[in-house]
């Protein structure tokens, strides 16, 4: 049974660097069978994906972010990063990892992490 | 970016059956993924490539889609079936995109 774990800083002061990290357990981030993905859900509100990575390193990012993302991964660790820069209160939410399946054309999430929450304030 | 518009509420009495819509243009031409989130939650896949079911969910979820518009039906919505529900859509010619959601309430 594949699993992900966030792990990372719960509040982050206006301006800075947010940082997370998934780890994956009962599946390896190398198989190349998958996309590895960051989602986030402020408060009361709805998904938003923020962009994906794959084994090989390539990347995709939301355009709206696109400014301030960074994803990579490290498959020694089998884990991958998002680090999210310049945050401000807008950037407050619960942040998800997930691996994305791909299949007859399209892509989805079958497996989510359990969500972090990430507040920005000072 | 693909342009998914759900309702934000629908409401239902228990035993009855709940409709919810999705939104896009030529939507029936995409393969459409649906996600349960209960509160505190992270989203489950309830149904996948318009009308599949994954093991373990019941086979009062449906899924519909065509034209302009795919729809998750629930049969015989239960109490347990309150929650918010998110449409999404990708693929090679468009890029990843979730519905605003729908917030089913069961009366």
């Known amino acids: 049974q594949v699993q992900l774990q966030e792990s990372g800083p719960g509040l982050v002061k206006p301006s800075q660097t947010l940082s997370l990290t998934c780890t994956v357990s009962?599946?390896?981030?190398?198989?190349?069978?998958?996309?590895w993905s960051w989602i986030r859900q402020p408060p009361g509100k709805g998904l938003e994906w923020i962009g994906y990575?794959?084994?090989?390193?390539?990347?995709y990012y939301n355009p709206s972010l696109k400014s301030r993302v960074t994803i990579s991964v490290d498959t020694s660790k089998n884990q991958f990063s998002l680090k999210l820069s310049s945050v401000t209160a807008a950037d407050t939410a619960v942040y998800y990892c997930?691996?994305?399946?791909?299949?007859?054309?399209?892509?989805?999430?079958?497996?989510w992490g359990q969500g972090t929450l990430v507040t920005v304030s000072s | 970016s693909y342009v998914l518009t759900q309702p934000p509420s629908v409401s239902v009495a228990p035993g009855k059956t709940a409709r919810i819509t999705c939104g896009g243009n030529?939507?029936?031409?995409?393969?459409v993924h649906w996600y349960q989130q209960k509160p505190g939650q992270a989203p489950v896949l309830v149904i996948y490539?318009?009308?599949d079911r994954p093991s373990g969910i019941p086979e009062r979820f449906s899924g519909s889609n065509s034209g302009n518009t795919a729809t998750l039906t629930i049969s015989r919505v239960e109490a347990g079936d309150e929650a918010d529900y998110y449409c999404?859509?990708?693929?090679?010619?468009?890029?990843?995109?979730f519905g605003g959601g729908t917030k089913l309430t069961v009366l």
């Open positions: 990575i794959y084994y090989s390193g390539s990347t």
């Open positions: 030529n939507i029936g031409s995409k393969s």
């Open positions: 999404q859509v990708w693929d090679s010619s468009s890029d990843p995109s």
């Open positions: 997930a691996r994305v399946n791909y299949g007859s054309g399209s892509y989805l999430v079958d497996y």
């Open positions: 009962g599946g390896s981030i190398s198989s190349g069978d998958y996309y």
């Open positions: 490539y318009d009308s």
